[in-house]
């Protein structure tokens, strides 16, 4: 059994690439959220654990996120692409020891690079729908409504949201980095890294990933 990993920042893409690769390469998808969702409706021993922590308004820790990883992967015979994990140096240094524990392989880890600049733009021009209901979101360079701040679907008024500021952006960017960068540095030189430029549009980017995998998974 293979484990495969997909990195990049929020607002890569790279959720929406993971689904076509895993549908492409039949691989097993699993992101953190997914395995935390499962663990705490199967009500599994550290299912409830996370779900104490979650419900006290804290982030789960390293040490309950892989428990829940290793639990999931345990007895995977198919190959399978993290999407979200390892999200710290600890992680990622945790699950090594696991694989190896194991005797599973790591396969390839797959960086989906976009510029700070680029991510900045797509989130300070993004203007969404004030209608709940409708939830419609625009671009004010990429994807302008047809009449200036109002929802083409329902006439609504759009907004822009407080958390889609260059200073929010900036902030979030700054706390990504600090656990990303030791994280990279962990996977960066090896000889199944891949640095993926993510910069350019979807299919595009998934023709390199899926290149990529057909090379070397
Ligand atoms: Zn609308």
């Keep these: 059994m293979k484990v495969h990993i997909l990195l990049g920042p929020p607002g890569s893409g ?3 690439q993971a689904k076509r690769l895993v ?3 039949s691989l097993i998808h699993l992101s953190t959220g997914d395995i935390l969702r499962d663990a705490v409706s199967k009500e599994t021993e550290i299912g409830l ?3 104490a922590i979650m419900a006290s308004g804290k982030l789960v820790d390293d040490q309950t ?3 829940l990883v290793f639990a999931r992967l345990q007895n995977e015979t198919q190959d399978v ?3 979200g994990y390892p999200r710290t140096l600890q992680q990622a240094e ?3 020891d696991f694989l190896s524990a194991k005797g599973f392989v790591l396969g390839l880890v797959m960086n989906v690079e976009v510029p700070d600049g680029v991510l900045e733009a797509r989130v300070v021009g993004r203007r969404v729908c004030s209608n709940n209901a409708c939830g419609a979101i625009y671009h004010v360079e990429t994807k302008p409504p047809k009449q200036d701040g109002v929802c083409d679907l329902c006439g609504s008024p759009l907004k822009h949201r407080s958390d889609d500021t260059a200073e929010a952006f900036r902030s979030r960017m700054d706390e990504f980095d600090s656990t990303f ?3 990279l540095g962990f996977y960066r030189g090896r000889d199944t890294y891949r640095a993926v430029d993510g910069n350019r549009a979807p299919d595009m980017v998934f023709e390199t990933l899926s290149r ?3 090379e070397h998974a």
């Design 212 to 214: 990529t995998f057909k």
């Design 49 to 51: 654990r996370a779900k």
């Design 14 to 16: 790279k959720g929406t």
């Design 81 to 83: 692409l993290f999407d």
């Design 65 to 67: 996120v892989n428990g």
């Design 94 to 96: 945790a699950l090594e």
């Design 23 to 25: 549908q492409q390469f």
């Design 181 to 183: 960068q030791p994280l």
